[in-house]
Nanobody, 115 residues
Framework: QGQFVESGGGLVQPGGSLRLSCAPS????????MGWFRQAPGKQRELVAA???????NYADSVKGRFTISRDNTKNTVYLQMNSLRPEDTAVYYCNVPRPRDDYWGQGTQVTVSS
């Protein structure tokens, strides 16, 4: 089991929305800077959004203006709000620290955008 647990994926039509959640698998783990990654079939895993411990955010150009990363430090949880979803957003989504550690990868959550 990895360090993080992702949830909230599913099947959605183009133009729809989903909100993903990421929490540590052990409640004692305190998250600092975090990132959301995705891996589509046949492609390399890519960083799509990152948030610092202070709330500063960065996004890949492909999701800028559509995705929003946020965090709730009281719940030790990081979120990814995904709006205006496109078929090319279909992937398994993971969270990890922005410079990912191999031992931190969880199972991910599948997002499928299809009509």
């Amino acid at each position: 089991q990895g360090q993080f647990v992702e949830s909230g994926g599913g099947l959605v039509q183009p133009g729809g929305s989903l909100r993903l959640s990421c929490a540590p698998s052990r409640s004692s783990f305190s998250m600092s800077a975090m990132g959301w990654f995705r891996q589509a079939p046949g492609k390399q895993r890519e960083l799509v959004a990152a948030i610092s411990s202070g709330g500063n955010t960065n996004y890949a150009d492909s999701v800028k203006g559509r995705f929003t990363i946020s965090r709730d430090n009281t719940k030790n949880t990081v979120y990814l709000q995904m709006n205006s979803l496109r078929p090319e957003d279909t992937a398994v989504y993971y969270c990890n620290v922005p410079r990912p550690r191999d031992d931190y990868w969880g199972q991910g959550t599948q997002v499928t955008v299809s009509s």
